[in-house]
Antibody, heavy 117, light 112 residues
Framework: EAQLVASGGGLVQPGGSLRLSCVAS????????MHWVRQAPGKGLMWVSLIRNDGITTTYADSVKGRFTISRDNAKNTLYLQMTSLRAEDTAVYYC??????????WGQGTMVTVSS | DIVMTQTPLSSPVTLGQPASISCRSS???????????LSWLQQRPGQPPRLLIYKISNRFSGVPDRFSGSGAGTDFTLKISRVEAEDVGVYYC?????????FGPGTKVDIK
């Protein structure tokens, strides 16, 4: 069964850093584009970033550009999100998700990031 | 950025009755490759989202046929022909024609 398991969330102070990981299993990870999408408590979904299968081409939401970096290790079937200069408004559940013909067909369970002093 | 709007934002429905959600985009979602990358997702309470419909009207694997999508350009609709208890949740439209990808605000469907 195809699965995405995200980890690395937690409580961090404003201005701090955190690295999220997402391990893929049950499917061949390397050909797929991958996303990070977040959801603030009680709010809707917000797209954060995408990385293509080449591991080089990346895109970001304006609100995280320059602070977040998406990357992947196809040998380890793992997607990452390095988050720096964190702000209170970055508090959210972060979902890793798989792109499928410009839709998102597989979502992880999410990992909670709380930015607070 | 393309802004996605949805109406209604809340939809109390009687079991067995139909439900309809409208999604509008601030600009055409027709991609340069000719496809329209508008999808619908369902998020049940406490769960991650789940893909229901892709490219306007294509039902994803395992999605019951009571769900259908339609529309073109900037106006799209998700219909549930007969609402069941398991359909309770929040429904989002999402455009992936242009970066940044954007979601509608969500429509909460619950049972009257």
């Amino acid at each position: 069964e195809a699965q995405l398991v995200a980890s690395g969330g937690g409580l961090v102070q404003p201005g701090g850093s955190l690295r999220l990981s997402c391990v893929a299993s049950g499917f061949t990870f390397s050909p797929y584009w991958m996303h990070w999408v977040r959801q603030a408590p009680g709010k809707g979904l917000m797209w954060v970033s995408l990385i293509r299968n080449d591991g080089i081409t990346t895109t970001y939401a304006d609100s995280v550009k320059g602070r977040f970096t998406i990357s992947r290790d196809n040998a380890k079937n793992t997607l990452y999100l390095q988050m720096t200069s964190l702000r209170a408004e970055d508090t959210a559940v972060y979902y890793c998700a798989r792109d499928w013909y410009h839709a998102i067909d597989l979502w992880g369970q999410g990992t909670m990031v709380t930015v607070s002093s | 950025d393309i802004v996605m709007t949805q109406t209604p934002l809340s939809s109390p429905v009687t079991l067995g009755q139909p439900a309809s959600i409208s999604c509008r985009s601030s600009q055409s979602l027709v991609h340069s490759d000719g496809n329209t990358y508008l999808s619908w997702l369902q998020q049940r309470p406490g769960q991650p989202p789940r893909l229901l419909i892709y490219k306007i009207s294509n039902r994803f694997s395992g999605v019951p046929d009571r769900f259908s999508g339609s529309g073109a350009g900037t106006d799209f609709t998700l219909k549930i022909s007969r609402v069941e208890a398991e359909d309770v949740g929040v429904y989002y439209c999402m455009q992936a024609t242009q970066f940044p990808h954007t979601f509608g605000p969500g429509t909460k469907v619950d049972i009257k």
